[in-house]
């Protein structure tokens, strides 16, 4: 237990998850965690990723890990995933460092690839963790800004259907008016003159 903790220690940030650091009698809650080790920029612009579905191959090769070096991780982890569920840990690695030496891939190698793909993968997730959350900030202003104008443009219509209602009223007041002055000649005089005048318009039945 002593060693793995000790092994986790000195890869800290390479694995997704160290159970040792669980909080524990000897480990508080509040304890620091050292700081995990700032992953290697990319040499080239990595993949994008629709649907969150990531092309490995591609990220491992923008990171600048070769393909050969892919291919030596890939045979270690495809010898671990033939080995019997129930073999003891010291007899896969044995199996494991003999069938890679039948191979011709040196161990160290196989090691240095894999850590090259976690350092890959971690750059990978704070890239599209940094490009993440310009989106969100750049959406959020946006929305900001769409929010404003639409608040803006509602304004301009209460005002306006206000501004139309007091028209409407002002003007149905003055037609009560005016309509006084028509009662007092007569309906009949009235529908006479709107007929006869080519100015007028002699209204229709609803």
């Given at each position: 237990?002593?060693?793995?903790?000790?092994?986790?220690?000195?890869?800290?940030?390479?694995?997704?998850?160290?159970?040792?650091?669980?909080?524990?009698?000897?480990?508080?809650?509040?304890?620091?965690?050292?700081?995990?080790?700032?992953?290697?920029?990319?040499?080239k612009e990595p993949p994008a990723a629709p649907g969150g579905r990531v092309d490995f191959?591609?990220?491992?090769?923008?990171?600048?890990?070769?393909?050969?070096?892919?291919?030596?991780?890939?045979?270690?982890?495809e010898l671990l995933a033939a080995l019997p569920a129930g073999t003891d840990a010291p007899v896969k690695k044995q199996i494991v460092e003999v069938s890679l030496n039948t191979f011709g891939v040196p161990i160290e190698k196989i090691i240095e690839g894999a850590v090259q793909e976690i350092q890959a993968l971690?750059?990978?997730?704070?890239?599209?963790?940094?490009?993440?959350?310009?989106?969100?900030?750049?959406?959020?202003?946006r929305i900001t800004q769409f929010t404003e104008e639409i608040r803006r443009i509602r304004t301009v219509m209460?005002?306006?259907?206000?501004?139309?209602?007091?028209?409407?009223?002002?003007?149905?007041?003055?037609?009560?008016?005016?309509?006084?002055?028509?009662?007092f000649f007569g309906q009949e005089t009235v529908a006479r003159v709107v007929r006869d005048s080519p100015k007028l318009v002699e209204p229709q039945p609803r």
């Amino acid at each position: 237990m002593s060693d793995r903790k000790n092994w986790g220690s000195t890869v800290l940030g390479w694995f997704v998850v160290q159970e040792d650091r669980i909080p524990g009698p000897e480990a508080p809650a509040d304890e620091p965690s050292p700081a995990a080790p700032e992953p290697p920029a990319f040499v080239k612009e990595p993949p994008a990723a629709p649907g969150g579905r990531v092309d490995f191959a591609a990220v491992y090769e923008a990171a600048g890990v070769e393909r050969e070096e892919q291919a030596r991780v890939t045979k270690a982890a495809e010898l671990l995933a033939a080995l019997p569920a129930g073999t003891d840990a010291p007899v896969k690695k044995q199996i494991v460092e003999v069938s890679l030496n039948t191979f011709g891939v040196p161990i160290e190698k196989i090691i240095e690839g894999a850590v090259q793909e976690i350092q890959a993968l971690e750059a990978y997730i704070r890239a599209g963790a940094a490009d993440t959350q310009k989106v969100h900030e750049e959406s959020e202003k946006r929305i900001t800004q769409f929010t404003e104008e639409i608040r803006r443009i509602r304004t301009v219509m209460e005002g306006r259907m206000a501004e139309q209602q007091a028209v409407i009223a002002a003007c149905n007041e003055k037609k009560l008016g005016i309509q006084k002055v028509l009662e007092f000649f007569g309906q009949e005089t009235v529908a006479r003159v709107v007929r006869d005048s080519p100015k007028l318009v002699e209204p229709q039945p609803r």
